[in-house]
Structures are given as structure tokens and as C-alpha cells.
């Protein structure tokens, strides 16, 4: 056996669940460590690599349900890790620890295509709420955020979003969409009309209140838009609700 790969069944943590297999890319021997012993006590099979190179190649070799991914590694840095991941595979959750605190590297994480977030050090309580958060919002967020009556397929006026395929189309044509940038059409289009604070738009779709970084949302938007919109001065299908966030419009 690959002794990089191991499993533990679930001992402290009580939760209903598949294997997850995570793949942690950090350096740091001790975090490492730490991070293998919770997770495999969460019941996960874990595969470590500390050098970015190594790690993008069994990234994209390997099939994961979480990334747990350092921002400063040897060969390759975690967001350009995180950036050439996302050029293929728009939908494996990417957790980034960083031991920076300034604000742009966390907002650069989440923009670059990373779910969520560490500054270290960090809590192991809250590593472990995070991953539980991350997994969770994987297998349900499209049925959390839906009403009952919602069919597999959204139409509007051109714009198809096929729920089950995660797929969205426009005039026929696929647009290519981030996890997130399909978790706020989704979110947007399943309720129109309803207008969504950023901050709420944080807590349902990175599933944390990310205080001071609702422009985050707002760059969300600016790409969703940039990509489904005709004319993004203009917009027609997400609309802005001054003083409020945003909102899909209940007239299409």
C-alpha cells in the first residue's frame, strides 16, 4: 500500500457519510499530521503531497470529494495549484490554508475557484465543521436551496439550467461556469424575484458568514454576468436590488 494512503473508520466524530477521500497539498510535516489524524477519525482516506508540482499531478490524476490545499508550497504555489486545477475540474471542493492574513490572499483564494479558507493557525474544531460543511453542501445544496415544485431543468427566455447535469445553456451554447458561479444561478434562478443580500449569498453558497468580503459576491456576479448577459450595463436575467444585493428576474 502507498503509504501516503490511509483509512481509519469513524472513532470521534458521529456523522452519516460515504468515504471521502481528501487529498491534503501542504509542506509542513506537523499540519500534515494533524490534519491526516482528524480526518481519517472523521472516516476519510487521505492522500499527502508537500510539493505543489506532485500535488497538481495527483489532483488531477486521482478522483477527490476535498482538496485541502496550502497557499505556500515548493515547485508551485497553491493558487496557481488552485487555477490550473479549475481548468478542468470545475466541481472538487478546494479548501486553502494560508498562514497570511492579509485580506487580498483570502480573497484571491476564494476568487481563484477555492470554496473556503484557514488562516493558520487554525482551530481543528473548526477544520473539522468546515469539512463536515463542505461535504454536506456537496451532495445537497441543489435540493436545500430549491422549492419542492422545481424541476431538473430551469428555462428562461434562452437561458437552460439542467440542475442534474449542472450544466448551463445559453441560446444552445454551453457556458462554462464555475462551482460557485453555478451554486448563484441556481440559487438566483430557483427563486426569482427574491432578492439576496451579498452576505446572505455568502452564508448559503460558501455555507460561512464571510464578514468584510461581500464583494466577493459581487465579482461572482461580474463574471456570471460578463458571461450570460448580452449587455452587463444592462442586464436582464440578474438584476441588482439597490441597497439590498441581488435578485433573477420574475419577469423572463
Same mark, same amino acid.
Not at 76 to 92: A, F, S, V
Given at each position: 500500500?502507498?503509504?501516503?494512503?490511509?483509512?481509519?473508520?469513524?472513532?470521534?466524530?458521529?456523522?452519516?457519510? +460515504?468515504?471521502?477521500?481528501?487529498?491534503?497539498?501542504?509542506?509542513?510535516?506537523?499540519?500534515?499530521?494533524?490534519?491526516?489524524?482528524?480526518?481519517? +477519525?472523521?472516516?476519510?482516506?487521505?492522500?499527502?503531497?508537500?510539493?505543489?508540482?506532485?500535488?497538481?499531478?495527483?489532483?488531477?490524476?486521482?478522483?477527490?470529494?476535498?482538496?485541502?490545499? +496550502?497557499?505556500?508550497?515548493?515547485?508551485?504555489?497553491?493558487?496557481?495549484?488552485?487555477?490550473?486545477?479549475?481548468?478542468?475540474?470545475?466541481?472538487?471542493?478546494?479548501?486553502?490554508?494560508?498562514?497570511?492574513?492579509?485580506?487580498?490572499?483570502?480573497?484571491?483564494?476564494?476568487?481563484?475557484?477555492?470554496?473556503?479558507?484557514?488562516?493558520?493557525?487554525?482551530?481543528?474544531?473548526?477544520?473539522?465543521?468546515?469539512?463536515?460543511?463542505?461535504?454536506?453542501?456537496?451532495?445537497?445544496?441543489?435540493?436545500?436551496?430549491?422549492?419542492?415544485?422545481?424541476?431538473?431543468?430551469?428555462?428562461?427566455?434562452?437561458?437552460?439550467?439542467?440542475? +442534474?447535469?449542472?450544466?448551463?445553456?445559453?441560446?444552445?451554447?454551453?457556458?462554462?461556469?464555475?462551482?460557485?458561479?453555478?451554486?448563484?444561478?441556481?440559487?438566483?434562478?430557483?427563486?426569482?424575484?427574491?432578492?439576496?443580500?451579498?452576505?446572505?449569498?455568502?452564508?448559503?453558497?460558501?455555507?460561512?458568514?464571510?464578514?468584510?468580503?461581500?464583494?466577493?459576491?459581487?465579482?461572482?456576479?461580474?463574471?456570471?454576468?460578463?458571461?450570460?448577459?448580452?449587455?452587463?450595463?444592462?442586464?436582464?436575467?440578474?438584476?441588482?436590488?439597490?441597497?439590498?444585493?441581488?435578485?433573477?428576474?420574475?419577469?423572463?
Amino acid at each position: 500500500m502507498d503509504q501516503n494512503v490511509f483509512y481509519l473508520a469513524p472513532l470521534l466524530y458521529n456523522i452519516d457519510m +460515504d468515504i471521502k477521500t481528501v487529498l491534503i497539498i501542504e509542506d509542513d510535516p506537523n499540519i500534515v499530521e494533524l490534519l491526516r489524524i482528524h480526518l481519517h +477519525d472523521l472516516g476519510c482516506k487521505v492522500t499527502t503531497e508537500s510539493d505543489g508540482q506532485k500535488g497538481l499531478a495527483t489532483a488531477k490524476e486521482g478522483l477527490f470529494h476535498l482538496i485541502i490545499l +496550502d497557499i505556500t508550497l515548493p515547485a508551485l504555489n497553491g493558487l496557481e495549484i488552485c487555477r490550473k486545477i479549475r481548468q478542468t475540474d470545475r466541481h472538487t471542493p478546494i479548501l486553502m490554508l494560508t498562514a497570511r492574513s492579509e485580506e487580498i490572499d483570502k480573497v484571491m483564494g476564494l476568487e481563484t475557484g477555492a470554496d473556503d479558507y484557514l488562516t493558520k493557525p487554525f482551530s481543528l474544531r473548526e477544520l473539522i465543521a468546515r469539512v463536515k460543511v463542505i461535504f454536506r453542501r456537496s451532495e445537497e445544496f441543489a435540493i436545500d436551496n430549491l422549492p419542492a415544485s422545481t424541476t431538473p431543468l430551469l428555462s428562461f427566455s434562452g437561458l437552460e439550467i439542467d440542475l +442534474d447535469k449542472r450544466k448551463v445553456m445559453l441560446n444552445h451554447c454551453r457556458i462554462d461556469l464555475s462551482p460557485k458561479e453555478f451554486e448563484l444561478i441556481t440559487l438566483l434562478a430557483s427563486n426569482p424575484g427574491k432578492s439576496y443580500s451579498r452576505k446572505r449569498l455568502l452564508n448559503l453558497v460558501w455555507g460561512y458568514d464571510f464578514e468584510g468580503y461581500e464583494h466577493t459576491v459581487n465579482s461572482h456576479i461580474n463574471r456570471l454576468r460578463a458571461k450570460i448577459e448580452e449587455d452587463v450595463s444592462n442586464p436582464r436575467f440578474i438584476l441588482t436590488t439597490w441597497g439590498v444585493g441581488y435578485r433573477f428576474n420574475e419577469e423572463l
